[in-house]
């Protein structure tokens, strides 16, 4: 054991009181420490010092705490968010499956008829000029300003290995059809609340030609189509994420769906006895921003409070990204605020 | 409840704080906290309590390397309009916490790294033989390094407390 147990004139080091006072030691260590402290009274000072050094760092590092008082978020809500966590990663390894899948079909397929091109010169002498050909006619129809085709580059390759380009460009008319009709869906003006004569923003914001609203922010793959709904079933979509000011009827509820792990926006229309409409907005700290901008000159706005936030993931992991409630509607801002104040989210 | 549900009611504070500590963010340290425990659900360790306190240190040290970029997005975020009112403290008390504040964080970051990693480790709960697993020190070394990073930063915030009641003199 320790020389100061057999040697009295040596005392205790002060790494091993600060273990001592640590509670880090064994029971025979301690049982030796106390011997040693009943009977030295220096070491008995320098115990206190210790112990009055480690009590200062304890209240210093106590005020370097980021609240008075953290509460944990319900586990629930973190099973959830790793179950969903989980879902995406089933849903994206798929995706690469499908992805590398559909590769290797058109690396095969490629690969088979640049083989075959190689292998048979005749038949290579005979295409060459049938693509060309083929390529040019159709040059004077309006499908033609598809711009693969005006590329060198991919008409020397198509050249090389398309037998046939009909059923091909067939294909790229179809896909521009699919896709001119996949933008005029997103185009779809968004729907008005049809229960009252409600300050609709969204409405006038499309008639502008802006309808910022029916356009993802960013490159968003999904469709963001607002949708008019009872309040039951919007209740349902929204879980208990509804802004709603009590005591007022509801008249209309709208929401627009977010990215994945992003809950919708959500606009609940009231109407107060005076026949007043107003109409709290929940969600993205940038969308409701973007509604609060765009209205008419009568219609104001409250201050903002934050809801709670989602939690979305991103290439460095999950993150946070605020929410915010606001109230609009053709009232004075103070009251406005105060309707804030009072909204719930049910 | 299981393990990992005690572990994360009891020791949840305990992680915001020691994250808090490492990156001076309250909201990115609970989001931090959160990922942790996210991440311990799914690996399922078997020493729960070390292994939260080493992603989390890792995850402070990621978050860091990122802070940069981070800093840019918070004061776009900052420019938005946020709370309801609510009640501002006095002038005074927020000058005076301020200044308790950047002392109290100047001794901190006075410390060698390895110093403050042990001193903020056993703050946050862990024992000897779970800092010295984490920080790669031998334990009976634990010990020594505390009794250090204790005393420097108690000296360092002493030095900057009379530094700054000379200024205001």
Same mark, same amino acid.
């Given at each position: 054991?320790?020389?100061?147990?057999?040697?009295?004139?040596?005392?205790?080091?002060?790494? /091993?009181?600060?273990?001592?006072?640590? +509670?880090?030691?064994?029971?025979? +260590?301690?049982?030796?420490? /106390?011997?040693?402290?009943?009977?030295?009274?220096?070491?008995?000072?320098?115990?206190?010092?210790?112990?009055?050094?480690?009590?200062?760092?304890?209240?210093?590092?106590?005020?370097?705490?980021?609240?008075?008082?953290?509460?944990?978020?319900?586990?629930?809500?973190?099973?959830?968010?790793?179950?969903?966590?989980? !879902?995406?990663?089933?849903?994206?390894?798929?995706?690469?499956?499908?992805?590398?899948?559909?590769?290797?079909?058109?690396?095969?397929?490629?690969?088979?008829?640049?083989?075959?091109?190689?292998?048979?010169?005749?038949?290579?002498?005979?295409? !060459?000029?049938?693509?060309?050909?083929?390529?040019?006619?159709?040059?004077?129809?309006?499908?033609?300003?598809?711009?693969?085709?005006?590329? !060198?580059?991919?008409?020397? *390759?198509?050249?090389?290995?398309?037998?046939?380009?009909?059923?091909?460009?067939?294909?790229?008319?179809?896909?521009?059809?699919?896709?001119? !009709?996949?933008?005029?869906?997103?185009?779809?003006?968004?729907?008005?609340?049809?229960?009252? &004569?409600?300050?609709?923003?969204?409405?006038?914001?499309?008639?502008?030609?802006?309808?910022?609203?029916?356009?993802?922010?960013?490159?968003?793959?999904?469709?963001?189509?607002?949708?008019?709904?009872?309040?039951?079933?919007?209740? +349902?979509?929204?879980?208990? /994420?509804?802004?709603?000011? /009590? #005591?007022?009827?509801?008249?209309?509820?709208?929401?627009?769906? #977010?990215?994945?792990?992003?809950?919708?926006?959500?606009?609940?229309?009231?109407?107060?006895?005076? #026949?007043?409409?107003?109409?709290?907005?929940?969600?993205?700290?940038?969308?409701?921003?973007?509604?609060?901008?765009?209205?008419?000159?009568?219609?104001?706005?409250?201050?903002?409070?934050?809801?709670?936030?989602?939690?979305?993931? #991103?290439?460095?992991?999950?993150?946070?990204?605020?929410? *915010?409630?606001?109230?609009?509607?053709?009232?004075?801002?103070? &009251?406005?605020?105060?309707?804030?104040?009072?909204?719930?989210?049910? | 409840?299981?393990?990992?549900?005690?572990?994360?009611?009891?020791?949840?504070?305990?992680?915001?704080?020691?994250?808090?500590?490492?990156?001076?963010?309250?909201?990115?340290?609970?989001?931090?906290?959160?990922?942790?425990?996210?991440? =311990?659900?799914?690996?399922?360790?078997?020493?729960?309590?070390?292994?939260?306190?080493?992603?989390?240190?890792?995850?402070?040290?990621?978050?860091?390397?990122?802070?940069?970029?981070?800093?840019?997005?918070?004061?776009?975020?900052?420019?938005?309009?946020?709370?309801?009112?609510?009640?501002?403290?006095?002038?005074?008390?927020?000058?005076?916490?301020?200044?308790?504040?950047?002392?109290?964080?100047?001794?901190? =970051?006075?410390?060698?790294?390895?110093?403050?990693?042990?001193?903020?480790?056993?703050?946050?709960?862990?024992?000897?033989?779970?800092?010295?697993?984490?920080?790669?020190? =031998?334990?009976? =070394?634990?010990?020594?390094?505390?009794?250090?990073?204790?005393?420097?930063?108690?000296?360092?915030?002493?030095?900057?407390?009379?530094?700054?009641?000379?200024?205001?003199?």
């Amino acid at each position: 054991m320790t020389d100061w147990t057999i040697k009295q004139e040596r005392h205790i080091p002060e790494d /091993e009181l600060h273990a001592y006072l640590d +509670q880090a030691l064994s029971r025979s +260590q301690c049982a030796e420490i /106390e011997t040693h402290l009943s009977a030295c009274k220096l070491c008995q000072a320098r115990r206190s010092a210790v112990a009055a050094l480690r009590d200062r760092t304890t209240a210093l590092l106590s005020g370097l705490a980021p609240r008075p008082v953290i509460v944990p978020p319900s586990f629930q809500d973190l099973r959830e968010r790793q179950s969903r966590r989980l !879902a995406l990663a089933v849903w994206r390894a798929r995706l690469q499956r499908s992805s590398l899948w559909a590769a290797g079909v058109v690396a095969a397929v490629g690969a088979g008829w640049v083989a075959r091109t190689l292998l048979d010169p005749h038949r290579t002498t005979v295409s !060459a000029p049938l693509v060309a050909q083929s390529v040019a006619t159709p040059a004077s129809s309006p499908i033609a300003a598809v711009p693969a085709i005006d590329s !060198a580059s991919t008409a020397e *390759i198509e050249k090389q290995a398309t037998p046939a380009p009909l059923p091909q460009r067939s294909a790229v008319v179809a896909a521009h059809n699919v896709s001119s !009709a996949r933008s005029s869906r997103a185009l779809v003006p968004a729907p008005t609340l049809q229960l009252a &004569s409600v300050v609709t923003p969204v409405t006038r914001a499309a008639v502008e030609g802006r309808a910022p609203l029916t356009r993802p922010a960013g490159n968003d793959p999904f469709d963001r189509v607002w949708r008019v709904v009872p309040w039951e079933d919007a209740l +349902q979509i929204a879980g208990s /994420e509804l802004p709603f000011i /009590e #005591g007022i009827p509801v008249v209309g509820v709208m929401f627009q769906p #977010g990215v994945p792990g992003e809950r919708p926006t959500v606009i609940v229309a009231q109407q107060d006895p005076n #026949g007043e409409v107003i109409q709290s907005i929940e969600g993205p700290v940038a969308r409701v921003n973007e509604l609060r901008t765009h209205q008419p000159s009568d219609v104001h706005a409250s201050d903002v409070a934050r809801t709670a936030p989602d939690y979305v993931d #991103g290439p460095g992991g999950m993150h946070r990204a605020l929410r *915010i409630l606001t109230v609009i509607g053709r009232l004075p801002v103070d &009251s406005l605020n105060t309707l804030a104040r009072l909204a719930t989210i049910r | 409840m299981d393990d990992l549900e005690r572990l994360y009611k009891t020791h949840y504070a305990a992680v915001v704080r020691f994250l808090y500590r490492k990156i001076w963010d309250a909201d990115r340290a609970e989001d931090l906290a959160q990922e942790v425990f996210i991440r =311990a659900m799914a690996h399922r360790p078997e020493k729960p309590r070390a292994w939260i306190f080493a992603v989390a240190a890792n995850l402070a040290r990621d978050e860091a390397r990122a802070a940069i970029r981070r800093k840019k997005h918070l004061t776009l975020l900052k420019d938005d309009p946020i709370p309801l009112s609510t009640p501002e403290p006095s002038a005074e008390d927020a000058v005076d916490r301020e200044e308790r504040w950047a002392r109290v964080t100047g001794a901190l =970051a006075a410390l060698t790294e390895r110093d403050r990693d042990v001193l903020l480790l056993w703050d946050a709960g862990l024992s000897y033989p779970e800092i010295a697993a984490q920080t790669g020190l =031998a334990v009976g =070394a634990v010990g020594t390094t505390l009794a250090r990073a204790r005393k420097r930063l108690i000296e360092a915030h002493d030095r900057l407390d009379y530094q700054a009641r000379t200024a205001h003199s």
